[in-house]
């Protein structure tokens, strides 16, 4: 970690829109540490993020956005696919002048992680991807190409209530409820068309997002709940397999939601990847 009392950094709040993208940047740059980028998942925002900001920010800039579709990002009317996501990502980034990141996704956001790493893997020093898909099985493909017709048809408050329960465990549901409203509130004000086109990217992309894998020569950290049934323990320990330089973290008693759920594990383990 690097010494805070060289750069002495001051944490502080920059927020902006460039490009059509909302962004957020804490802390302050400095010479001895890249960004990092956190990379939110299809239905959430930037502010799924608090906790790590919270952890990261008096060490490293860190830089959280809304990803399009989503948040107070521009939604553009044409149809989406993975790319758009990665454009945005390195639009952003050479807007805030970043020429090298520490990149961080979750679920959807990890699979846009994934692409950017192998579109310029010059442009990023470490990649952590947190519950985040690889080349789903037929079955595990249908089922969410079935909750995508759902929401397609207009089911999104039966969809939402059923992806709280695979994203949390009951304990936290008990003992959190304001984290879990929180959430619940994010999905439901999603604007539908931008949701719906990010979703389709998220159920039709995993093939794509996992390829030129093999190019990505940084350090990464492939991590999962033990219980994700969305992003299992089996794909992250493939996605580690298929990358040159990564190792999978399984956290015990941990569902999809882990970022929230369980924070100090995940930022523990960010701090130390990062460090």
Not at 108 to 128: I, N
Not at 212 to 234: E, I, Q, R
Request: glycine residues 8%; aromatic residues 8%.
């Amino acid at each position: 970690m690097p010494d805070k009392a060289q750069e002495n950094p001051v944490p502080t709040l920059r927020e902006s829109v460039h490009g059509g993208t909302y962004f957020r940047t804490f802390g302050a740059a400095n010479s001895e540490t890249d960004p990092v980028v956190l990379i939110h998942g299809v239905g959430l925002d930037h502010a799924m993020w608090t906790a790590q900001v919270a952890a990261l920010e008096t060490h490293f800039q860190v830089i959280t956005y809304d990803m399009l579709g989503h948040g107070q990002s521009a939604q553009p009317p044409d149809v989406r696919h993975l790319i758009d996501f990665v454009r945005q990502l390195d639009q952003l980034l050479m807007n805030l002048n970043v020429s090298r990141a520490a990149i961080v996704g979750f679920s959807m956001g990890g699979m846009v992680a994934q692409a950017y790493a192998a579109a310029y893997p010059e442009k990023v020093a470490k990649l952590f991807l947190m519950n985040t898909v690889f080349r789903r099985s037929d079955e595990q493909r249908a089922g969410v190409l079935g909750r995508y017709e759902q929401s397609a048809a207009g089911e999104i408050e039966n969809l939402a209530e059923a992806a709280l329960g695979r994203w949390f465990s009951n304990a936290f549901r008990e003992t959190d409820p304001a984290a879990v409203n929180a959430v619940r509130r994010r999905m439901l004000s999603n604007d539908p068309e931008g949701y719906l086109k990010a979703y389709k990217v998220f159920a039709t992309s995993d093939e794509e997002a996992a390829e030129g894998l093999a190019g990505v020569s940084c350090p990464a950290l492939v991590m999962t709940g033990a219980h994700d049934t969305g992003s299992t323990p089996a794909m992250a320990e493939g996605l580690a397999a298929a990358l040159p330089d990564a190792r999978p973290l399984i956290l015990s008693g941990l569902s999809h939601m882990a970022p929230i759920e369980g924070a100090d594990q995940v930022n523990r383990a960010l701090l130390d990847f990062l460090a």
